[in-house]
């Protein structure tokens, strides 16, 4: 079975670098990742990821914009997404993933294990 592809969307380099490493050292994930808002259409549009994990407090443009394009796209409107922000509390979600309608969010920081078993659940098959 091929890696499932996750883009990895999140201003701060060092957390992409580190959720990039760990997901990677799996063997189940290839993970593309992005710090700027402003690239992540375009990445969408080359890697056709099976899951986008993106960071809703961004400067410039924040992820919900992003996600607002993103489902306004024909071609992209079908990619799953699942938000990560600090705006919820592990304390708040009892460290769970949170569905709110059909919007999906994880709370920083998230655990390698809940993160795996997010992806495994909404990414598509």
């Not at 992005?34 to 099976?50: K, M, T």
């Amino acid at each position: 079975m091929s890696p499932k592809r996750i883009l990895l969307v999140d201003d701060d380099p060092a957390v992409t670098r580190s959720l990039k490493l760990n997901l990677e050292c799996t063997l189940r994930y290839d993970v593309r990742t992005e710090n700027d808002a402003r690239w992540v259409l375009p990445a969408v549009r080359q890697f056709h990821p099976d899951l986008i994990l993106l960071d809703v407090v961004m400067p410039g443009m924040d992820g919900c914009e992003v996600a607002a394009r993103i489902h306004t796209d024909q071609d992209l409107k079908e990619t799953p997404i699942v938000f990560r922000t600090a705006l919820a509390t592990n304390e708040n979600t009892g460290g769970r993933t949170t569905v709110a309608g059909s919007t999906v969010y994880l709370a920083k920081p998230v655990m390698l294990d809940d993160l795996i078993r997010c992806i495994e659940v909404y990414a598509r098959k």
